[in-house]
């Protein structure tokens, strides 16, 4: 895998032989990762991973027309091979108006801000054995559990690069430390399954592994016996690490590709109040140490904090230059990303809900039969008409208390009814992407017997 530096060069070569080809205009990306994985099950070891991977994107412009194609081998005459191959490839493409670089004076220029997302330390795969033994014994500690499917522990590191033909050159590198234990609780056909993660990019920000196992243990013996719920509407509470994926829809709705594609559930509430006032949403991508902080976005553009709503209201769209023009925005808003190949997407970096006032027994105090969900099961969300449904388990709540496990049910309702009914409990939790508190939403349908 290239360093960071590396990677930047190479891309520049690639631009350069891109423009000795014929296009007007090219840029290129670079991903490398190493990972390296050890799991373990019943004490003995399971499996021991190791993977690199690399790739050099290129997009090349011939006038209106484009064409991107990628390559894992880097060689020069590899590369020389490729850029012909694009620019033949953008001759014989469509004209695209909306299609482009941002303005080269929107470009970062940087210095870069340092977001501190390496880890310069090493693990060893007897140090990743020894991790992944120490939070499975927890798990497997925990009155109740009977089995295991193990635990794991890894080190990922990655470099990114973005080079383009009209002055943007930037490089940058990080780590990932993750850690995981699944439990199984039961006996028979009454077993229950459940299991706890955590990802950092620095070792010393992970919290303590028999503290990650033994809420994997907990959590599958607290699943044994489940009853089931009678249909009805009722409040329905999310746990934050289900939660997520609420605000996650909000995002994908706000994507100005989405909008100008007239394939979003708010395309007709542009700065209209769609939660209750005081609910507020932060895009963070310079947060120190945001599991996915980046110093410029996938187009050069430099990027800044921003509320998606504030007090309630929604701020607007996401957009790459491409969503921009078609949208008449005046500028992109720093939210383009890039995956391997092809033109930039739309995405936010480190997200989260404001905790509201309200501990967890307080938000759910008054709920006299509802329902607290633990895990969300299969895709049920269209994002064109906000229709949300999906399979769910986790705990029944009576009279303001936790009243056993619950299974076999299905939650639903419309994201913006549900967005608008939505309140924060203020126990928000600092270690995904996508952070929330516990989240209740009144008046969701249950379907169960």
Known sequence: MLSPTQAQDRAAALIDMARAAGADAADAVYSGSSSESVGVRLGNLEDVERSESESLDLRVFVGQRSASIGSSDLSDAALKELAARAVDMARAAPEDQFAGFAAADLLCKGPFPDLDVADPGELSPTQLRARALEVEDAARAVPGVTNSEGGHASLTNRNFALVTSHGFAGSFGGTMHGISATAIAGEGGGMQRDYAWRMAHHLEDLPPLDQIGHQAGTRAVQRLEPSRVKSGQMPVVFDPRVGGSLISHLIGAISGNAIARRASFLLDHADEQIFAP?????????????????????????TGPRALVENGRLTGWLMDSAAARQLGAAAPTGHAVRGAGGSPGVGASNVHLEAGTLSVAELIADIEDGVFVTELIGHGVNGVTGDYSRGASGLRIVKGEIAGPVAELTVAGSLLE???ALTPANDLEWHRTVNVPTIRI????VAGD
């Open 278 to 302: 005081g609910i507020t949403i932060h895009d963070d991508p310079l947060r120190r140490r945001g599991l996915s902080s980046r110093p410029f976005d996938g187009e050069g553009l430099a």
């Open 418 to 420: 549900m967005y608008r």
């Open 442 to 445: 009144d008046g969701m349908t």
